[in-house]
Each structure stands twice: as C-alpha cells, then as structure tokens.
C-alpha cells in the first residue's frame, strides 16, 4: 500500500490556508460560517499547543475586476481578524489591479497538523 493511500498519511505536498471572500448566495454564506467557525477553533487549538502546525499570517486578495459582492463586502468578509482595504499605493503596480483587501488568515503545516 502506498503512503497516500493511508488515511493517516498527509502529502508533504498538501498545502491549505483560510480565504476572507463575500457571500450572497445560501450556499457561500454557509461556507462563510464554516469558515467563521474553521478560524476560530484554529486560534484556540494554536493558544493551547503553539506547536500544533498552524500559523497565523496576513491574507492579501487582489483583484483587477472585482465583483458589486467584493465591492460591498457582501456576507461576513469584512469580520475577518485584521481585515483593512489596501489603499491605491499598496496596490501590486502594471497589473492592473484595481482592489485589494489584507486580513489575518490561517495556514497549517499539513504534516505537522
């Protein structure tokens, strides 16, 4: 049997991290409670074993047409821990991006994890 094939068995190559996106339909605002819910067990399991293998980091989206959803932060987006719109300067330059947002966000080392 191959390692991947075990179901205690994680990829060295599995890679996961936490996404601040708006919702409007039933369906995108269940997967952004799931989402609440996810981000905050996270925080808890990261105070009580620092060594469990998730890490906190900034989240950045940037979009060049972003959607009225974005725009209006439909849903419960804007409640992520940190979130703040980037400002024109903060802006990656020649890509056209025209909107940006920075959050805090989690990211496990799956293997660890």
Known sequence: ???????????????????CMPAETPEELQY???SKIT????????LEDPECGVEFTDGYDFLANPSDAYRQLKGV????????F????????????TFGTRYRTWCP?????
């Open 1 to 19: 049997m191959k390692n991947d094939e075990i179901i205690h068995y994680t990829s060295p190559w599995a890679g996961a991290h936490g996404r």
């Open 32 to 34: 952004s409670s799931f």
């Open 39 to 46: 981000d905050e067990v996270l925080r808890c399991q990261i």
């Open 77 to 84: 987006c804007s409640e992520a821990p940190g979130f703040i």
């Open 86 to 97: 980037l400002g024109q300067d903060e802006l990656p330059k020649g890509m056209g991006i």
């Open 109 to 113: 080392n799956s293997p660890v994890y």
